[in-house]
């Protein structure tokens, strides 16, 4: 019997009220771990896309006139209604993404966490007074919204990744238009319902399900829209920012990541594997920063090896919905082909499969992969350098540190990095030679909202959070005024 979904909302929500498509086409949206469906979601186009960019720009002349504390009010009210809501939150999210319940509930949380910090954050855009050369003058900048802006987002973290850009953009006085992923929609039209009922005005947010080009067609190429906010695929990042290149408009892309995990030897293998393990089947692999490429010393690999292999056997599959599962479905049928193709590209390549490897038999229904540990990998492996984006641990040896830098470094991807040691010197040489912009020294989950986030290479443009997160929302104005007499 399918479970009772929380969240009530089927429709899209456009200048402050819920409707549907202007075709009134619906979407299904699929339980990974049932295959069934849950729910039909009204299913959005271009001319709606169109319609909510009319919204936020009649909204924005007097949410940007609002000073920063009583957005505040607005934002601080959605982090405690999501607090609040925390249970009914995670349920929609296992049910339509198949994370289990307690790192569901752990996303609300962190993003309920994001709202609270930017609602502060807001109140600290400022400018500067500089110095003048000529007596006669005086200089200052000043902080000014960009202005609507549109968002885009995946749904391996549905509610997290559209409060990095809903939270900041709303506390520096822009407005926004957001387009959750196709297969998680319900998630983010939980978060409008906290927002709504934490006094959201009119216009000021909006939320289109519906086909991805359209509404990217529409945010490209209306000109009220100043700057577009994507999370997802280098792929995708990279059309729209040749499409952005038309209107300049301003960009902020969280794109793909192919982190390593780096481990000295003078760190606990045992302890270091199990740390290991839990960040690396966290949402199945699902997480740009995952780590996905396993650079153990030579001197303790066998060890970790062996504790990684038994620690990811005793993860429990199942249900995110049911007790005691660490691991679920993955999100949908092609992530399954995708990831079985990476493992039999490098095994004819020559890697053992020290356990998993290949889609689960135990359940008749549902996207579950047996989580995966493999070694003796051949360089040409594409699990080395695709991304992932699996329940897969490939474990390589290393013996010299700079030799692991480069090997770490050899990537297109530049997003998440991790280092496991005790000794000072190599934990500082590594932090500064790794080409990545976020690095976990013995910290396998280093993600808060006060800290930045976002890559270097073609894992993105920006930094999403911190303070830098709420400057990416504003532009900086130069006044220089002239004395009399
Ligand atoms: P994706 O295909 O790029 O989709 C992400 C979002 O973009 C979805 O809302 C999707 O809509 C939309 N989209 C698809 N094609 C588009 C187009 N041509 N123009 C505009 N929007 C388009 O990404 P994914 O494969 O689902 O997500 C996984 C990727 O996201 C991985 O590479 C992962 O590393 C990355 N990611 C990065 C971060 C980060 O912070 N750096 C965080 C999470 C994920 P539809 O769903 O309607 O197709």
């Known amino acids: ?95 339509e993404q198949g994370k289990p319940l307690v790192e ?14 930017f609602a502060e954050e807001g109140k600290r855009a400022y400018g500067q007074v500089i110095p003048q050369t000529n007596p006669a003058k005086r200089h200052m900048t000043i902080k000014h919204p960009v202005g609507v802006v549109g968002a885009i987002g995946p749904w391996n973290f549905p509610i997290t990744l559209q409060a990095r850009k809903i939270a900041p953009a709303l506390a520096a006085g822009c407005t926004i238009v957001c387009k959750p992923a196709s297969q998680t929609p319900l998630s983010l039209i939980g978060v409008f319902e906290c927002l709504i ?20 067609d529409e945010f490209m190429q209306n000109e009220a829209v100043r700057k577009i906010s994507f999370t997802g ?6 059309q729209l920012m040749k499409q952005a290149a038309d209107q300049v408009k301003r960009l902020s892309l969280e794109l793909g990541g192919h982190a390593p995990f780096i481990v000295f030897p003078d760190a606990d293998p045992e302890v270091v594997a199990k740390a290991a393990v839990l960040g690396k089947f966290r949402n199945n692999g699902q997480v740009c920063i995952s780590p996905s490429r396993f650079f153990v010393h030579k001197d303790i690999e066998k060890r970790f090896t062996e504790v990684a292999v038994a620690e990811a056997k005793n993860l429990k599959l199942g249900n995110g919905l049911d007790e005691g599962v660490v691991v679920g479905p993955m999100f949908e049928k092609k992530a399954l082909e995708g990831t079985q193709a990476l493992i039999d590209d490098a095994k004819g390549k020559g890697a053992k499969i020290l356990t998993g490897g290949g889609k689960s038999t135990r359940f008749e229904r549902g996207y579950f992969f047996e989580p995966t540990v493999l070694s003796g990998l051949s360089q040409d492996a594409r699990i080395l350098t695709d991304e992932p984006f699996a329940p897969v641990m490939p474990v390589l040896d290393f013996s010299k540190l700079d030799d692991v830098i480069a090997a770490a470094n050899n990537t297109k ?15 500082w040489r590594m932090a500064e030679g790794l ?51």
């Not at 569901?104 to 910090?117: I, L, P, R």
């Not at 909202?449 to 976002?454: I, K, M, R, S, T």
């Open 197 to 216: 009922d934490a006094g959201l005005p009119k216009g000021v947010a909006n939320m289109v399900i519906g086909s991805a080009n359209e509404i990217s």
């Open 435 to 485: 080409e990545a912009g976020i690095i976990g020294l013995n910290d396998p989950v280093p993600a808060t909202p006060q800290c930045p986030f976002g890559g270097m290479k073609e894992s993105g443009m920006g930094r999403e959070l911190a303070h830098e997160g709420l400057e990416a929302y504003l532009e900086t104005k130069y006044v220089s005024m002239m004395l009399r007499g």
């Open 233 to 238: 695929s280098t792929a995708v990042g990279k």
């Open 104 to 117: 569901a509930k752990g996303e609300v949380m962190h993003s309920a966490d994001t709202f609270e910090w």
């Open 413 to 427: 991807y530049g997003l998440a990095a991790y280092v496991f040691t005790n000794d000072l010197s190599v934990a």
């Open 1 to 95: 019997m399918s479970a009772t979904l929380p969240v009530k909302n089927r429709q899209l929500y456009i200048d402050g009220a819920w409707c549907d498509s202007s075709t009134g086409k619906k979407l299904g949206v699929i339980n990974p771990a049932t295959e069934e469906t849950i729910a039909e979601v009204s299913f959005g186009n271009r001319a709606d896309a169109a319609r909510a960019v009319a919204a936020a720009s009649a909204a924005l002349p007097a949410w940007m006139k609002l000073t920063a504390y009583d957005r505040a009010k607005v934002l601080k009210k959605t982090a405690d209604l999501m607090r609040e809501r925390a249970d009914a939150l995670a349920r929609t999210m296992t049910m």
